[in-house]
């Protein structure tokens, strides 16, 4: 079993939508999640991080833990075009903090 | 916000020779810097975790000789792929741990490598 596992897509969505994106993780010890977006040849950026059950919610974006389940999500409300890209849920390992992505899920809002 | 950097951004280099490839931390402290590699279409892969001042820790199944990593300073890594080739063509990124902020890993911009 993969440490994180992510729908790899393509998701598409029309513009306005709200697109939701899911990830589950198989070590039930760990405690730092985080969701980074990346465009085609650019390197990831930072969207959420999230480190407690519940939801965090900033701007459009919103994420969603459930260490009982084993699962996090991201939804972004009101999609625009500029949302397409490719979006990486990884959590935090290790006394070095290491990060450990998920495969990714590939994003298209259609205008 | 953190900022860091890459150089080069792009590089492309005939089999067997050496690139060096560094990462800074422009506006932070680092103490520990990390390599990925990604491969087209696919996910990042930690390469390695560099510690200022400490040998870095490699991750399973990465040659720690053919991959070397430096981080001499708080601000500087660099990772030098020896006698490339071309299957180490790849998209090299570093990333670096904010010590204010400990649990983030600020992203540089990458290092597209082709070797011919």
Same mark, same amino acid.
């Given at each position: 079993q993969k440490e994180v596992e992510q729908n790899s897509g393509p998701l598409s969505v029309p513009e306005g939508a709200i697109a939701s994106l899911n990830c589950t993780y198989s070590d039930r010890g760990s405690q730092s999640f985080f969701w980074y977006r990346?465009?085609?040849?650019?390197?990831?950026?930072?969207?959420?991080?999230?480190?407690?059950?519940?939801?965090?919610?900033?701007?459009?974006?919103?994420?969603?833990?459930?260490?009982?389940?084993?699962?996090?999500?991201l939804l972004i409300r009101d999609s625009q075009p500029s949302d397409s890209a490719t979006y990486l849920c990884s959590?935090?390992?290790g006394s070095a903090r290491q990060l450990t992505f998920g495969s990714g899920t590939q994003l298209t809002v259609l205008p | 916000g953190a900022v860091v950097s890459q150089h080069p951004s792009r590089v492309i280099?005939?089999?067997?020779?050496?690139?060096?490839?560094?990462?800074r931390s422009l506006d932070f402290q680092a103490t520990t810097m990390f390599w990925y590699r990604q491969f087209p279409k696919q996910s990042l892969m930690l390469m390695a975790t560099s510690n200022e001042g400490s040998k870095a820790t490699y991750e399973q199944g990465v040659e720690k000789d053919k991959f070397l990593i430096n981080h001499a300073s708080l601000t500087l890594s660099t990772l030098t792929v020896t006698s490339a080739h071309p299957e180490d063509s790849s998209f090299y990124i570093c990333s670096a741990l &904010?010590?204010?902020?400990?649990?983030?890993?600020?992203?540089?911009? &990458?290092t597209r490598l082709t070797v011919l």
């Open positions: 990346q465009y085609s040849g650019k390197s990831p950026e930072l969207i959420m991080s999230i480190y407690s059950n519940g939801d965090k919610e900033d701007g459009r974006f919103t994420a969603q833990l459930n260490k009982a389940s084993q699962y996090v999500s959590l935090q390992r | 280099c005939k089999s067997g020779t050496s690139v060096k490839i560094e990462c &904010g010590t204010s902020r400990s649990d983030t890993q600020y992203f540089g911009p &990458g």
